[in-house]
């Protein structure tokens, strides 16, 4: 069929300003008329033309509610800006480090390639009627738009007056595999649905050794559980796991994508993960059943992990750091070494130690996954990762859940390639985990999450911690009123980053307080939420004395919680006698 296109006017709406990963708002906002149109076509006007006639874009996420119908009217408005064809992942369904690999290495039949791609996705926030939606847009690296463009983007939804959208395409039918060809006054337009999985998993098996991952999973000694919490990880979990690897189905956890994640927070971490935290011997009751040896859960859109051994937690800075110590010997993409290494600056100095241990290069950037992208386009960087249960590698341009599970699974693979038979005791991941604070000392760190804080509050809160770094001498004097035992303040700042890459200076990107003996406090504002605001608490104690690397966290770190909080006036501030969330 030939399909018009149309003018539709329209007006700016207020708070379109993307965070670190995109727009995120509940779904009742971008059911809003013209809210979604707005800041697609918003997004269609800060690219350069040639990002957009005649292009091919991936549009596709992890399937919350909400996501069938914005992709029809991006599909409508795509086809309206002379757009050649969209690539949409079978039931809307892609995850975001899917989206970055097919953006990177998908060739469709005539060659084309995607300059770019929209993910409709809110991450680690809850899905369904009343809950959140957010759409972000990658560029053709495959990696998140940066700031020039998100500003780009932001300032033209203030403006916006019209968009064109070719109202009467039919609706495409995304449950089935195929090509939908129109004809519309700037020739043809075509809509490709294809197997969510396909390019992933060609991606995977090209990075790690799956022969010796299945002969670790085929072992009688070792046992795993994984967690999808209903997200989209689901669509790849059956497929790597079970197909591929060889695991058993039981094995899989919560593996059926649904549009409101269960009714779950689908956000892996020890509070929201609790079918796979009990299953591991971490819940509060004893279930009288023996924990597998590994276990990982993903979030909604499957670019964050976490990761447990058997009634052991792995604290996402000491996973990175770990699979850094390890890559080169454990994982074949890696085998002739690493270009670098970095975190984002909340995550623990866990990385540092081995950076400057393996003289490699390192590098502390702000929280938000296109820092660590520039490094990666420069061949600076091959591995990464955040506090917040963010892992990757320079693969893809996104942090990638299932790559994290696979790394972990192939440095058990290496480490037990001798203990699988016979009588030789299984190499676990707390013995992994023990070994490496044995050799580079053990950085105790937690992460307090007060959620939906009044935004004004907030604020006052930080212009209160900015304020006390005027004089450190007078904030000891308080430190010590609080606890005698902890170390003096060296130094505190608001943390800026100059991108080595491009030159671009980022400010205000968290308020640290850095102590004599390398503990740190870190306080920031996170993008995430798609209401209130979120303060992000970060605490972190380094301890090299082999002897002391194994007391339980929260005993380490509770003198510098006790001064983060009564420092913060976090109560004062927050009304919260408590956080949301401790990680």
Avoid at 40 to 47: G, H, K, R
Avoid at 95 to 113: F, L
Avoid at 319 to 348: C, D, E, H, Q, W
Avoid at 429 to 444: C, L, M, P, S
Wanted: proline fraction near 4%; hydrophobic fraction near 35%.
């Amino acid at each position: 069929m030939v399909f018009k296109v149309s003018l539709v006017s329209t007006s700016p709406i207020d708070g379109q300003k993307p965070g670190t990963s995109g727009l995120r708002k509940k779904v009742k906002v971008f059911k809003q008329p013209n809210y979604l149109q707005n800041f697609v076509q918003s997004t269609f006007n800060a690219l350069t033309p040639e990002k957009v006639k005649g292009a091919t874009l991936v549009v596709s996420g992890d399937g919350r509610y909400y996501s069938n119908d914005a992709v029809q009217i991006i599909i409508k408005m795509a086809a309206a800006n002379g757009v050649r064809r969209v690539w949409v992942g079978k039931n809307t369904l892609l995850s975001t480090p899917a989206v970055s690999a097919v953006i990177r290495e998908r060739s469709g039949a005539d060659g084309s390639k995607a300059t770019g791609g929209f993910i409709l996705t809110a991450s680690h926030n809850p899905g369904g009627p009343t809950e959140d939606f957010g759409i972000k847009y990658n560029m053709e690296n495959g990696g998140p738009a940066p700031e020039s463009i998100t500003d780009k983007i932001y300032e033209n939804t203030k403006t916006i007056k019209e968009y064109p959208i070719a109202e009467d395409l039919p609706i495409v039918d995304i449950s089935a595999i195929g090509v939908t060809s129109f004809e519309g006054p700037e020739g043809k337009f075509d809509v490709e649905v294809f197997d969510s999985a396909d390019d992933y998993v060609k991606l995977m098996k090209s990075i790690f050794d799956f022969e010796s991952i299945r002969k670790l999973l085929s072992s009688p000694k070792f046992s795993f559980c994984y967690d999808a919490m209903h997200g989209v990880a689901g669509a790849y979990a059956h497929r790597i796991f079970v197909e591929e690897l060889g695991a058993q189905e039981n094995s899989l956890l919560n593996c059926v994508p649904k549009e409101d994640f269960g009714g779950g927070h689908p956000d892996p971490n020890l509070t929201y993960a609790k079918e796979l935290v009990a299953r591991m011997g971490l819940g509060k009751s004893d279930t009288g059943v023996e924990p597998p040896e590994f276990g990982a859960a993903a979030d909604g859109d499957a670019d964050r992990n976490m990761i447990l051994g058997k009634r052991f937690f792995v604290t996402p800075s000491d996973s990175v750091a770990i699979i850094a110590a390890n890559a080169i010997g454990a994982i074949p993409y890696f085998s002739s070494g690493l270009k670098g290494v970095a975190r984002s600056m909340p995550t623990s100095a866990a990385l540092d130690v081995v950076a400057k241990s393996l003289n490699l290069k390192f590098f502390e950037v702000p929280t938000g996954w296109k820092f660590f992208g520039n490094l990666m386009d420069a061949g600076m960087c091959s591995v990464c990762g955040e506090e917040s249960f963010g892992t990757g590698s320079d693969h893809i341009r996104e942090k990638d859940g299932i790559w994290a599970v696979l790394a972990w699974m192939s440095i058990l693979a290496h480490k037990n390639k001798e203990n699988l038979e016979g009588d030789a005791k299984l190499v676990t991941v707390e013995d992994i985990v023990r070994k490496h604070w044995a050799t580079y000392g053990r950085h105790y760190y937690t992460r307090y999450d007060y959620e939906n804080v009044d935004a004004g509050k907030a604020k006052e809160l930080m212009e209160h911690l900015v304020k006390l770094q005027s004089s450190i001498p007078e904030v000891n004097k308080m430190v010590k009123g609080i606890r005698s035992d902890v170390a003096n303040i060296s130094s505190a700042d608001e943390f800026e980053y100059k991108d080595p890459v491009d030159g671009s200076v980022s400010k205000h990107q968290g308020i640290r307080y850095l102590f004599e003996d390398g503990s740190r406090l870190v306080f920031r504002l996170s993008g995430t939420g798609s209401e209130g605001a979120t303060i992000r608490l970060y605490i972190e104690q380094y301890e090299k004395d082999a002897s002391k690397t194994g007391r339980e966290s929260q005993e380490a770190l509770s003198p510098l919680v006790d001064i983060a909080l009564k420092l913060s006036k976090m109560e004062e501030f927050t009304g919260r006698s408590a956080p949301t969330v401790i990680t």
